[in-house]
């Protein structure tokens, strides 16, 4: 015997092949039916009162809705949801990580890592059509600071203010809800949201190292992603910027930039930036990593005499 209704094969192929007894039984499974079908090997059981289609594979987005539909006072968090969402600088972890109710029993599963708080309410939430419940972007880069170092953390803070459209304040709302002597990673998170350089949220991890590293050197007046008019160019925009020294910095990681348009582009904004007296540092990959403290000294420099000469 297979799965073999429509409403059960929709079902289970919409949420990745997972399904809990109870779901199956309201798309036309029977309790009977489901012995047969375990029976004959059809589906596998992976957690209590929840199976599997062995067809279908028992990836990382199957494993959170297994853990979902089994504990659904239970929320997708931390690294795993930072993957969900598609950020940077996630930790590696092949562990599925939810916040759970104080003195729950999620599951005695090895793959699965609890942590278990009342720090959460429906807000922090998205209820995803898969059936995976997981925290949001402001919720899951603030519950990230438990596990990435301050770069990395400040690259995921610049990725969700980015990709979610959100605000400095709406993170911090969420830090401050949850601040506790004991939660000290909450603390952190708002130190490192507070050391955010001005400007909008910047697009690559590069651009946030070499920004945080030229601000701890004590280089002032640094804003991101900063957007000016350059004649017979048009509108431009940025990665870093000194405006008052009239210097830009653009960090050249894309591929796109070492090929042969993205080259022409890149030289016609630095000539157009030149006529207005405005120059263009340019930093390649080679100059992050081993390189970086050099880079940050030569921009240092370079930023210094431009103010000289301005004067």
């Known amino acids: 015997m297979t799965v073999s209704s429509i409403e059960s094969l929709e079902y289970l192929c919409s949420h990745h092949g997972i399904a809990s007894a109870l779901a199956l039984r309201e ?47 239970s929320v997708i968090s931390g690294p795993t949801a930072g993957r969900l969402w598609g950020l940077r600088r996630v930790p590696g972890d092949l562990r599925v990580h939810i916040l759970a109710p104080p003195r729950s029993h999620p599951t005695v599963e090895s793959w699965v890592a609890p942590y278990r708080t009342r720090a959460f309410h429906a807000g922090d939430v998205v209820h995803r059509a898969d059936g995976i419940v997981v925290t949001n972007r402001a919720r899951t880069a603030l519950d990230l600071a438990r596990f990435a170092g301050s770069t990395d953390l400040l690259s995921i803070i610049e990725q969700v203010i980015r990709d979610g459209h959100l605000t400095d304040d709406v993170l911090r709302a969420t830090a401050i809800d949850w601040m506790s002597p004991r939660r000290l990673w909450v603390r952190n998170f708002l130190e490192v949201l507070d050391g955010r350089l001005d400007g909008g949220a910047v697009e ?72 207005i007296d405005w120059r263009v540092a340019r930093v390649r990959s080679s100059d992050l990593g081993a390189g970086l403290a050099s880079t940050v000294r030569r921009l240092d420099s370079e930023i210094h005499q431009r103010r000289l000469a301005l004067r």
């Open 27 to 73: 798309v036309g499974v029977s309790p009977n039916d489901l012995r047969r079908l375990v029976g004959a090997g059809n589906l596998v059981p992976v957690l209590r009162g929840v199976y599997r289609m062995p067809a279908v594979p028992y990836d990382e987005l199957a494993r959170c809705v297994a853990v979902c539909v089994a504990h659904p006072k």
């Open 204 to 275: 690559s991890h590069g651009e946030v190292v070499l920004g945080d590293a030229l601000r701890s050197a004590g280089v002032r007046g640094l804003q991101r992603q900063f957007q000016i008019d350059l004649p017979g160019y048009g509108p431009a925009r940025f990665d870093l910027a000194v405006p008052d020294a009239r210097l830009a910095i653009e960090v050249d990681l894309h591929p796109t930039h070492h090929e042969t348009n993205g080259r022409l582009r890149d030289e016609a904004r630095d000539r157009a930036a030149r006529l």
